[in-house]
């Protein structure tokens, strides 16, 4: 394969971006052949083919997976999509990015990822519930509050977690909560918890606003991706004073350079199912949205959109990544190039699995804090991350990703030595 064939496929294939970032950390970090192979390879892959019965009595087989990448520092832990496009290979890279993402945190977990292959928007309600009953039961023996725990991601929610709860807790015969987070208020979840992931973003850009020495009433922010993670995060940010200035969704963007009413654009979504029409803006092309000037940019969606075919036409100061994976291997040169300060998404995005970790923590002690107590429990930890990351690159004299990534496998190999390799 020449070298241009290479870098097309490792663009497209997650797995092979996730094992450029890792290479390039081990080598920083003059990490033994065997640790590397160690590190790598995930500790466990299910692939379950599930029969479930479709609304019309039509027997179907779905596809569905589990990861567990690492366990070395704790149980796995790591959410659960579901899309028509899950593969092997994806899910191994986000199960792996969990990992270095638990350590950037330092939460006491592994990593870990799930994906079933269906779409959800040609499912009924009671389709989609027994989709992700089964799909629990098949993975039941490989998850657990001690071994393995699920979490919301793309496509799934508070709801998909209560059913996967009750699922395990008939298996074990008792109501587990523990056994996945993200779940809904009264069933063991946590306060804080849906809008830990854009909080994050936000900590996150606050401290890189700080260090850059701008103010938040400056700072013009677009956002590709207005689900959980964006939608919270434009939320949060506009009421601190940013200025919100595009918002693209996979089928339509919106554009005001004054900024837009994160809030009224929500309401006419829920009332018209997407944003196209929204009055406080105007419709501009998705495909060029994110290259509008502003000060930070937070790709929100789903992997591999900042490539070696755009990174140069971005016009952002700030990339905040809220969702996993966005940028690839080679954009990253870019983007150096351009000097574009990058809060890397096992930083960005790591206040969701904070939040999971306390919400765990809860449902063990069966003891549950206000929602002050969480913020301010996440506000520590983000900031702390933030400031270790930064600190180590200048230590080191590399970028901010690289920094992250050496500051987590360190941690995990750490690990692993005192553990012993039971070889
Ligand atoms: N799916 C989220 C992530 O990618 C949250 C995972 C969790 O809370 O375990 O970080």
């Not at 970028?399 to 030595?417: C, E, H, P, Q, S």
Request: hydrophobic share 40%; with cysteine.
């Amino acid at each position: 394969m020449s070298a241009a064939t290479v870098s097309l496929e490792q663009e497209k294939n997650p797995w092979l971006a996730a094992e450029a970032r890792f290479d390039n950390a081990a080598k920083l970090l003059k990490l033994n052949e065997g640790m590397c192979k160690v590190l790598k390879a995930p500790s466990r892959e299910i692939t379950v083919n599930i029969p479930v019965m479709l609304d019309d009595g039509r027997l179907e087989i779905f596809t569905g997976y589990r990861v567990q990448h690492s366990i070395a520092r704790g149980p796995g832990k790591g959410g659960i999509r579901y899309a028509p496009d899950v593969s092997l290979d994806e899910v191994r890279a986000l199960a792996s990015w969990m990992t270095w993402k638990c350590a950037v945190v330092n939460i006491p977990y592994g990593g870990a990822k799930g994906g079933v292959i269906c779409d959800p928007s040609l499912l009924s309600d009671g389709e989609l519930e027994r989709i992700t009953r089964r799909y629990t039961a098949a993975i039941a023996e490989f998850i657990g509050p001690e071994i393995d725990i699920p979490a919301p991601d793309v496509n799934t929610n508070d709801r998909v977690m209560a059913w996967i709860m009750d699922t395990y807790s008939m298996r074990v015969g008792h109501a587990t909560t523990a056994v996945v987070t993200g779940k809904p208020m009264n069933l063991g979840g946590s306060l804080g918890r849906r809008e830990a992931t854009g909080r994050g973003c936000m900590i996150v850009t606050l401290e890189a606003l700080k260090k850059l020495g701008r103010r938040p009433e400056d700072t013009r922010v677009v956002i590709q991706g207005f689900g959980n993670v964006g939608g919270m995060a434009g939320t949060l940010m506009a009421k601190l004073g940013f200025k919100i200035i595009g918002i693209i969704e996979y089928d339509g963007a919106v554009y005001n350079p004054n900024g837009i009413n994160v809030d009224d654009l929500m309401s006419y979504r829920r009332e018209n199912g997407n944003i196209n029409g929204f009055a406080g803006a105007e419709a501009v092309d998705r495909n060029e949205a994110m290259f509008l000037e502003c000060e930070v940019l937070i790709p929100a969606a789903t992997e591999n959109v900042i490539t070696s075919q755009n990174a140069a036409k971005l016009r952002c100061r700030i990339l905040c990544e809220g969702a996993n994976g966005p940028t690839t291997a080679i954009a990253d040169e870019i983007l150096a190039e351009k000097k574009v300060f990058v809060i890397p998404d096992i930083l960005a995005n790591a206040g969701g699995v904070t939040v999971s970790y306390f919400e765990w923590v809860q449902d063990r002690q069966g003891y549950f804090w206000n929602e002050e107590d969480v913020n301010q429990k996440l506000q520590e930890i983000m900031v702390n991350s933030f400031a270790a990351v930064v600190a180590y690159g200048e230590t080191h004299k590399v970028d901010n990703r690289t920094a992250a990534y050496m500051l987590a496998l360190d941690r995990v190999v750490g690990a692993i030595k005192l553990r012993g390799i039971y070889a």
